[in-house]
Nanobody, 128 residues
Framework: QVQLVESGGGLVQAGGSLRLSCTASGRTFSNYAMGMGWFRQAPGKEREFVAGISRSGGSTDYADSVKGRFTISRDNAKNTVYLQMNTLKPEDTDLYYC???????????????????WGQGIQVTVPP
């Protein structure tokens, strides 16, 4: 079983930066390759894809709304995936979730329904 724990959220002024971390336990990235994704969800709305990295680690993808501002990366030695968020905007305010899947090898999965494991979520707030 895989457990995911997010950290690094908080309140930041518009234009600022945050780095979210998602650490996996129960399995290691080295011997149990997982595609990892960051999603966000507002109350009453569906979970929205933000960024993902493939199981192979060779592919990344981003939502159009965050391209050029957010960067996803992974550190297999630390079993952790990161989301570096720069030039934050009020519309980035949301609850952010980390997810893990084992659907495809070299392609980023953007459909939240294909993710098997989720973290508890972490709040990011960017006041207007």
């Amino acid at each position: 079983q895989v457990q995911l724990v997010e950290s690094g959220g908080g309140l930041v002024q518009a234009g600022g930066s945050l780095r979210l971390s998602c650490t996996a336990s129960g399995r290691t990235f080295s011997n149990y390759a997982m595609g990892m994704g960051w999603f966000r969800q507002a109350p009453g709305k569906e979970r929205e894809f933000v960024a993902g990295i493939s199981r192979s680690g060779g592919s990344t993808d981003y939502a159009d709304s965050v391209k050029g501002r957010f960067t996803i990366s992974r550190d297999n030695a630390k079993n952790t995936v990161y989301l570096q968020m720069n030039t934050l905007k009020p519309e980035d305010t949301d609850l952010y979730y980390c997810g893990a899947e084992r659907t495809l090898w070299a392609v980023v999965v953007a459909n939240s329904r294909q993710y098997d494991h989720w973290g508890q979520g972490i709040q990011v707030t960017v006041p207007p």
